[in-house]
């Protein structure tokens, strides 16, 4: 059989462990899908879509309730960029937990790490896109945030949001940065991270003499598998968008005052949490910023896994990473819950 074009973004064959479910999770090549169902279904949602803020909220209540499948697309677009987030950070832990990031995948760590970062931008811009009443915290407090940086606080403040305060040259800005700038961008870093897998010689697996197999299989087998793992998490995806709408609050209007449904957007709620200590710049701004700096040196400033252990879960060589890893997965984990529970 004359290998497909899918089959040529695989090699002939690859040893049995690279493709086990129980070592990758899948996670990573679920993100590589979940980031073509955005990209298709973003297309299709900018047929309709208006970016003013008189019509921005009104175009996506046609999109959802009077377009024919409009709701659908909206959904499924609303659910892949939520399920991205966690398969992203399950394929983030895998990685450490694996000790899969030293030498010779120290730089693709680091292209992952970016990935990570322009994945939440997409998500916060394209939240800010809905233009509702839900979105006045993250678009009030964030861009404050930025004003709160000493000295180019204000400088940058006009930057991003075209003007003294949040307005159409906002919506306009965050519109460009979330279907061109940042996707151009993700195409890239995502082109890039996954050529570096194939020329760092593959998914990290332990030395021929700790293997337990030095079974193969065709990319045929693999090819089968992402099918398979497409088709479960198809299934997933298609039973959110059908049964649990994206939310959408009544649009933003000159006379909306009550933003009681206000509230940053669930991967951002640890940080909303934090800023109920005051000092935005120290915990809007810094403490956020030295956690993404801390998970991208952990290559760097951890002890590093062994080559003997490579391609094992919890190598005993970087219990370091994985306590500190944990950590901050905790931390996060208990703010974001704290930050859910009704204030009394
Ligand atoms: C949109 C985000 C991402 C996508 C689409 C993506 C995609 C992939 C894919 C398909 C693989 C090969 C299969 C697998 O290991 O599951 C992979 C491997 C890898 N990724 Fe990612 N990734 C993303 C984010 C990240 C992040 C956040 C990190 C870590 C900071 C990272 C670091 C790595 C490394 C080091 C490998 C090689 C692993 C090994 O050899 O065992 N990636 N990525």
């Not at 980031?35 to 900018?46: D, I, K, P, Q």
């Not at 678009?139 to 945030?145: G, H, K």
């Not at 519109?175 to 991270?193: D, E, K, N, S």
């Amino acid at each position: 059989m004359r290998p497909s074009f899918y089959d040529h973004l695989h090699p002939p064959t690859i040893p049995a462990p690279q493709a086990r479910f129980r070592y990758t999770l899948a996670a990573g090549g679920l993100a590589v899908f979940f980031m073509l169902v955005l990209l298709v279904t973003g297309v299709l949602e900018m047929f309709y879509y208006i970016p003013t803020p008189e019509q921005a909220g009104a175009s996506i209540q046609t999109l959802t309730f009077l377009v024919p499948y409009g709701g659908l697309v909206r959904n499924l677009h609303y659910w892949s960029a939520q399920l991205l987030i966690v398969v992203v950070v399950l394929h983030l832990l895998r990685v450490i937990f694996t000790g899969a990031y030293i030498s010779p995948r120290r730089f693709n760590y680091l292209l992952g790490m970016s990935l990570l970062v322009i994945c939440l931008l997409m998500d916060f811009t394209g939240y800010i896109l809905r233009w509702d009443q839900g979105i006045h915290w993250a678009l009030v407090t964030s861009t404050n945030l930025i004003k709160s940086i000493p000295l180019i606080g204000s400088g940058l403040y006009t930057i991003l949001v075209g003007g003294s305060q949040p307005g159409s040259a906002t919506l306009i800005r965050f519109y460009g940065w979330h279907i061109f700038g940042l996707t151009l961008v993700a195409g890239v870093v995502l082109v890039w991270h996954l050529f570096r897998i194939r020329r760092d010689g593959g998914i990290a697996v332990p030395p021929p003499l700790k293997r337990e197999s030095l079974d193969r299989i065709s990319r045929y087998e693999l090819v089968r598998r992402e099918v398979l793992a497409i088709l479960l998490a198809s299934i997933a995806l298609l039973l959110l968008a059908v049964f649990v709408p994206a939310p959408l609050a009544p649009p933003i209007t000159e006379a909306s005052s009550n933003y009681a449904t206000a509230h940053a957007p669930w991967f951002f709620l640890w940080i909303q949490e934090m800023l109920k200590q005051g000092n935005p710049f120290l915990w809007g701004v810094v403490v956020p910023l030295v956690v993404i700096a801390a998970m991208t040196l952990i290559p760097y400033i951890f002890p590093k896994p062994t080559k003997d252990e490579l391609g094992k879960w919890f190598p005993h060589s970087n219990r370091l990473a994985q306590i500190f890893f944990i950590l901050i997965l905790l931390v996060i984990g208990i703010l974001t819950i704290v930050d859910l529970l009704p204030a009394s």
